[in-house]
């Protein structure tokens, strides 16, 4: 029997549709997580240090025959500096050992096939409760998940505060107040425009147009179009359960995005979604299950008595033992 999803509504009357085959996706942890970290490096900016750091002196080594090291050295007298050494990476002011360079692999490269995979198992953990509860989210006051709500109701909202009294009557007052935390980093982070951790909190997922602007300024609240979901939005850092806010539209869309599990999908030609092979996934239920035991030998186990000290053991090896006493 095919599942039905409530959708919140202004009128008293409210409506159901089916839920989307795209949320019975088996998650997968472990894919979700390696994919997120292939897919965030493609988003870094080539660093390198500069190919004159540490070589800005005038030194030259003073060669052989005075009983020090052969390493370049500072030109100079009179002052503290002059005499020493320059240049090398185990010196002063010198170079760095191996220093880094813009001719890197700085992209990775991931099968489109599998991101959209696990775009899927992101949509299909954002459904599961114990997942997104166990991401740190706060939905004790949902009736259920996922939520989905009427585009009717973002009409007239052009306020941050407006978007924030429609989140609070959601059910999400103690989401929106576990956001207001701000911490401050630790490291060098603070120097370089990310001074500040916060917390993430629910996404909205529109399809078209819509009030955007309102929720930008929402501390941990981010937004999305449907056809621009990926593995960065729905599992930030890698761990599946982001709470998901779909709109009516966005909420439909999915079956035509995804498709199901024996049809391809009708937007996106030879992605089919894939069930689990197994009906059962854990390893050791199966393997002391009763069927499983039943052909398994019991393990023989031998006693191997410490000859030393146990003197009938050694009278059962040798017999005559006695004799020569």
Not at 94 to 104: E, K, Y
Not at 129 to 143: Q, Y
Not at 184 to 198: A, D, E, L, T
Request: a positive charge.
């Amino acid at each position: 029997m095919q599942k039905k999803v409530e959708i919140i509504s202004k009128s008293s009357t409210p409506s159901v549709v089916d839920l989307p085959p795209v949320f019975r996706t088996p998650v997968r942890s472990d894919l979700i997580s390696f994919v997120h970290k292939n897919v965030a490096l493609n988003k870094r900016q080539p660093y390198a240090v500069s190919p004159n750091a540490g070589k800005n002196y005038s030194a030259e080594g003073w060669g052989t025959g005075r009983a020090v090291a052969r390493v370049p050295r500072i030109k100079g007298s009179g002052t503290r500096r002059a005499g020493q050494g320059a240049f090398a990476n185990f010196c002063r002011g010198g170079h760095m050992a191996h220093p880094t360079s813009v001719m890197r692999r700085w992209q990775r490269k991931t099968p489109l096939s599998i991101r959209r995979l696990v775009t899927a198992m992101g949509i299909s953990a954002s459904a599961l409760a114990p997942i997104v509860e166990s991401r740190g989210h706060r939905i004790s006051g949902l009736k259920s998940i996922p939520l989905v709500i009427d585009n009717e109701m973002l009409q007239g909202i052009e306020k941050t505060k407006d978007a924030v009294r429609f989140l609070n009557e959601l059910g999400l007052s103690e989401e929106m107040d576990k956001t207001k935390e701000v911490f401050i980093k630790s490291g060098k982070g603070k120097m370089r425009n990310r001074r500040y951790k916060v917390k993430k909190g629910p996404l909205i997922v529109y399809d078209g147009e819509i009030c955007a602007k309102a929720f930008r300024n929402v501390q941990g609240v981010d937004m999305c179009q449907v056809d621009s979901l990926s593995v960065l939005e729905l599992c930030p850092g890698g761990q599946p359960g982001r709470l998901v806010i779909w709109m009516k539209d966005a909420f439909l869309k999915l079956h035509d995005l995804f498709g199901d599990f024996e049809n391809e999908a009708n937007l996106k030609p030879g992605f089919l979604l894939t069930g689990g092979i197994a009906s059962n996934d854990d390893v050791e239920k199966i393997f002391y299950s009763c069927e499983v035991q039943a052909f398994i030998d019991e393990p023989c186990l031998v006693d191997k008595p410490k000859l030393v000290k146990n003197v009938q053991e050694i009278e059962k090896l040798n017999p005559y033992l006695s004799l020569i006493d």
